[in-house]
């Protein structure tokens, strides 16, 4: 079955990084899109970032762009972000997605706090 488990998440200061990891299981890596969301304290579920299959250039919200670093490696099955000058607001739970045989899949998220 499909399987996406994120870690890396933690606590780190205000203009602190943090790199997150996804691996994956259970289909066909590298043919999926693969995305990041994250989903602050008392707020909607937002996409982050995206890198799809075709390889083309990954693509980001307009609030992580410059900062935030989607990469995979398919011969791992794993989807990573890297989140540099990070602020209080990036607060959140991280997960990341993806879409099989018209079903979307989740993990179960990685929690990262930002807080001095």
């Known amino acids: 079955q499909v399987q996406l488990v994120e870690s890396g998440g933690g606590l780190v200061q205000p203009g602190g990084s943090l790199r997150l990891s996804c691996a994956a299981s259970g289909f066909t890596f590298s043919s999926s899109d693969m995305m990041w969301y994250r989903q602050a304290p008392g707020k909607e579920r937002e996409w982050v970032a995206v890198f799809t299959s075709a390889g083309g250039m990954p693509t980001y919200a307009d609030s992580v762009k410059g900062r935030f670093t989607i990469s995979r490696d398919n011969t791992k099955n794993t989807v990573y972000l890297q989140m540099n000058s990070l602020k209080p607001e990036g607060t959140a739970v991280y997960y990341c997605?993806?879409?099989?045989?018209?079903?979307?899949?989740w993990g179960k998220g990685t929690r990262g706090t930002v807080s001095s």
């Open positions: 997605q993806t879409a099989y045989c018209g079903m979307d899949y």
